[in-house]
């Protein structure tokens, strides 16, 4: 009996899961028009593409919850992390942290002439 509780709990996590990637996948289409299951099987370039399109959206919409915007759905904003994670998660974008370096060195090395008043 124990067994047959065991594959009971386990069909029903499998379950569940699909269940939450087909609410997620549905609503993620609605908010950007992106399928997410392509979007999970793209890599290279279309990869980059697709999360950085996402990253905009995000941006957007912490825009609108940040100015009170009346249209601001905190839904949205959860559901367009999740589907930027997932796609982080699937296959590694590029290093991230390599290119903010490469913006701070960018930085410490630009001219501070145009800091000077007149």
């Known amino acids: 009996m124990n067994e047959f509780a065991c594959e009971a709990r386990r069909f029903r996590q499998q379950k569940d899961e699909f ?11 609605l908010i950007s028009g ?17 999360a950085a399109r996402i990253a905009r959206l995000i941006e957007r919409e912490r825009l609108k919850g940040m100015r009170r915007h009346w249209s601001y759905d905190l839904n949205r904003h959860i559901a367009l992390k999740q589907a930027l994670d997932r796609l982080a998660a699937h296959e ?24 000077r008043a007149g």
């Not at 992106?34 to 697709?50: F, K, N, P, V």
């Open 19 to 29: 269940e939450r990637q087909a609410r997620q996948t549905a609503a993620f289409f």
């Open 34 to 50: 992106i399928d997410l299951a392509d979007a999970l099987a793209s890599t290279g370039i279309e990869r980059r593409r697709i």
């Open 92 to 115: 590694p974008l590029p290093d991230e942290a390599g290119s903010q370096r490469e913006t701070t060195r960018q930085k410490q090395t630009r001219p501070q002439h145009w800091l």
